[in-house]
């Protein structure tokens, strides 16, 4: 198994603060941690980044965001798992941007 990063930007909920729990990020990982299990994989963290204001606005369905929710999700799993992991972030309109980066082909390779 190779061990990837998920990196996503979620838009903020209508209301949201710097301290509001970031519901839409949570369902999305949950979805995208259910789809490594089912192909066998290992979800090694998730953490949460917050309510963080963007570089610039991402326009996204007739919107412009300044602010999103920031998380990344550390994962072992098959290279075919990405696809599906895409498909479910392509998807979601609740993301507005993400990117995996494969870390390591083994765990040697850490080390």
Same mark, same amino acid.
């Given at each position: 198994m190779v061990m990837y990063e998920l990196f996503? @930007? #979620?838009r903020p909920a209508a209301n949201a603060t710097r301290t509001s729990?970031? #519901?839409l990020a949570m369902?999305?990982?949950?979805n995208c941690g259910r789809a490594i299990l089912d192909n066998k !994989? &290992? =979800? =090694?963290d998730v953490e949460s980044m !917050?309510?963080?204001e963007l570089a610039k606005p991402i326009k996204k369905l007739n919107q412009s965001y300044s602010f999103g929710h920031w998380w990344s999700m550390t994962f072992y799993s098959n290279p075919t798992v990405q696809s599906?992991?895409?498909r479910i972030l392509r998807l979601e309109p609740s993301v507005l941007r993400?990117? @995996? &980066?494969?870390?390591a082909d083994k765990l040697s390779d850490l080390m």
């Open positions: 996503c @930007i #979620t729990s970031p #519901t369902n999305i990982a949950k !994989g &290992v =979800v =090694v !917050g309510l963080k599906e992991i895409q993400y990117m @995996i &980066v494969k870390k």
